[in-house]
């Protein structure tokens, strides 16, 4: 596993990248409402990555044919923004991510769509309360694993499952690098974080089991048993002094 450390410029750089997804997300999650279509919203983010003079970077990923994943209710991540129509007590996780001078950013949220039950509002509470304590455990000397076992912890003390097929990831010219980031692990496991690493953490927690499958359209992943998924997503890098998110307004 090749961890690569950034100079000052590749992450000035990874910096802008970031800032813009946090620029778009904040402003595209206002526009996540009842009767609006998910194609609507992702061809919103690609005009505002793009006017920032960014490229969507998910649009031709592995043959990806948008500039976001828009997942709702029991699809954990890679829905394909089309024609669906969002409804009221949907819970809506938006993914986006920007290039811009070869350097990439990745953010993610889940929102609550009007009257949300409480089951719901709990769940998407508790993903973004894992992503926070995963967060907490970024800082020069400690392993990888820290961060994957402050996310599961938390996740499961709530009652809920940590997806344990897809991760989280490094993030410079490529949109995914080493390391992969777990999120289950044992403390003291894993890669020693060091300064200079920047980390897309993303914890995927279901109201069921942790189990997935990927319907026919070949992208998106849902829960096999059909119950609730809540995603966040951060890029974070690691300093001298812990770690600055990246993409945080």
Request: hydrophobic share 40%; glycine share 10%.
């Amino acid at each position: 596993m090749a961890i690569k450390l950034r100079t000052a410029e590749e992450i000035e750089n990874i910096k802008k990248a970031c800032q813009i997804v946090a620029e778009v997300l904040e402003e595209i999650k206002t526009e996540v409402k009842a009767g609006v279509l998910t194609e609507n919203l992702d061809k919103l983010a690609e005009e505002k990555i793009r006017a920032r003079g960014a490229y969507p970077v998910f649009l031709g990923y592995h043959g990806y044919k948008n500039a976001t994943c828009i997942s709702i209710n029991n699809e954990i991540v890679h829905g394909i923004p089309g024609k669906r129509v969002i409804k009221d007590g949907d819970i809506v996780s938006l993914d986006i991510g920007a290039k811009i001078e070869g350097y990439c950013g990745d953010a993610a949220i889940t929102i609550l769509v009007g009257e949300v039950c409480k089951a719901a509002a709990k769940l998407v509470k508790t993903c973004r309360q894992s992503l926070e304590k995963g967060i907490r455990q970024v800082r020069a000397g400690n392993h990888l694993g820290d961060i994957s076992s402050a996310i599961q912890k938390h996740a499961e003390k709530e009652g809920y499952s940590v997806v344990r097929e897809l991760y989280g990831h490094g993030v410079g010219e490529d949109l995914h690098e080493d390391p992969l980031i777990p999120n289950f692990g044992n403390p003291g496991e894993g890669p020693i974080l060091k300064p200079g690493m920047v980390l897309a953490i993303e914890p995927m927690l279901n109201i069921g089991s942790w189990k997935i499958r990927t319907l026919d359209d070949g992208w998106t992943i849902v829960t096999a048993d059909g119950s609730l998924s809540s995603h966040f997503e951060h890029t974070v890098l690691v300093t001298e002094k812990g770690s600055e998110i990246l993409t945080k307004i």
